[in-house]
């Protein structure tokens, strides 16, 4: 089990260490996300999905990680309004900091080497674009003084705009249908797919580089600490508790559980974060010490319930 982890980690420091050099220029980290999130990573959820269909005793254990998922990012709302004084848009980012995943650039990497199956990644991806993501982007828009027209048709065709959403949709949908992609197609989509993993690895890694804050953003250390607690610490044990004690999940279901419920914190917590105007900082700090934390917690996790 530990050894599945040695290339995610490998290809993650290259990243690091290219991001460090600068060799791929300032852009990087921007460019090759956008590819992993809008070409590679559709393309190798489609594959995995249309030759391993989701089925099998899940349910329980996709209810515990959405259990726990919520739970901790209401503890993490609720810490930024009644601890910190954080106004509405900032207490949403706080919960999304807390509880929302990084199901993508790590979580397909994890579940391809480590679960050898693509499938409850594949849910989890689904739950967080098709309901997590458009109740948080209208928390935020409700957030904002100004009343932006569309807001409305926005929210609605949120996971419409996905293209890891539309990949899912299509995916699970041909598998249980049992209707494969024809050869010319399937082949160059196995192909690109397999450009995913190592792509959003090295994007991880380039996105670990430190950067410094620009002038007038604020560092919010215990904010970012407990945010970090909740996220790496909190949720993978809320998890194992729903699911084993409560539910009675066990074996690969609860591995599967309890390893997406200890990913860091989305990537996509920062680009929220911007997009309405909050301060990235907080954000920014989160994400990358839950994604280093979380080469410790990840292996520990999948050693003790292998």
């Not at 590819?35 to 990573?41: I, S």
């Not at 249309?50 to 899940?58: E, K, N, V």
């Not at 539309?166 to 797919?193: E, I, S, Y």
């Not at 917590?269 to 105007?277: G, H, L, N």
Request: net charge positive; charged share 10%; glycine share 8%.
């Amino acid at each position: 089990m530990l050894s599945a982890f040695v290339p995610i980690w490998a290809l993650t420091a290259v990243g690091y260490v290219t991001g460090r050099a600068g060799v791929l220029g300032p852009a990087a980290v921007d460019v090759l996300g956008r590819f992993v999130f809008y070409v590679a990573m559709p393309a190798a959820l489609l594959d995995t999905l249309t030759r391993q269909p989701i089925g099998g005793p899940a349910g329980r254990a996709v209810a515990a990680f959405a259990a726990a998922t919520l739970l901790v990012g209401a503890a993490g709302f609720a810490a930024a309004r009644w601890v910190f004084g954080r106004p509405l848009a900032e207490q949403t980012i706080a919960a999304m900091a807390s509880g929302y995943v990084n199901a993508g650039n790590l979580g397909i990497p994890v579940a391809v080497q480590v679960l050898g199956d693509a499938s409850f990644i594949a849910v989890v991806l689904l739950i967080q674009t098709s309901i997590l993501t458009p109740v948080i982007l209208g928390t935020l828009d409700l957030a904002r003084t100004d009343h932006a027209a569309g807001r409305i048709r926005r929210l609605l065709t949120v996971p419409l705009r996905s293209p890891v959403m539309l990949a899912c949709v299509a995916g699970v949908l041909l598998g249980a249908a049992h209707v494969h992609l024809p050869p010319p197609a399937g082949n160059t989509v196995a192909l690109l797919g397999r450009a995913a993993v190592p792509s959003a690895l090295i994007a991880l890694g380039l996105s670990l580089v430190p950067r410094e804050p620009a002038d007038g953003e604020p560092r919010r250390p215990a904010e970012v600490v407990l945010a970090v607690l909740l996220k790496s610490a909190v949720q993978p044990v809320v998890c194992f508790v729903l699911a084993r004690l409560v539910l009675g999940v066990t074996g690969p279901a609860l591995l599967a559980a309890v390893l997406c419920a200890a990913l860091p914190t989305a990537q996509n917590t920062f680009v929220f974060a911007r997009a309405y105007d909050i301060d990235g900082t907080y954000a920014r700090d989160v994400i990358v010490a839950s994604t280093a934390l979380s080469m410790a917690t990840l292996t520990v996790a999948a050693t003790l319930l292998q």
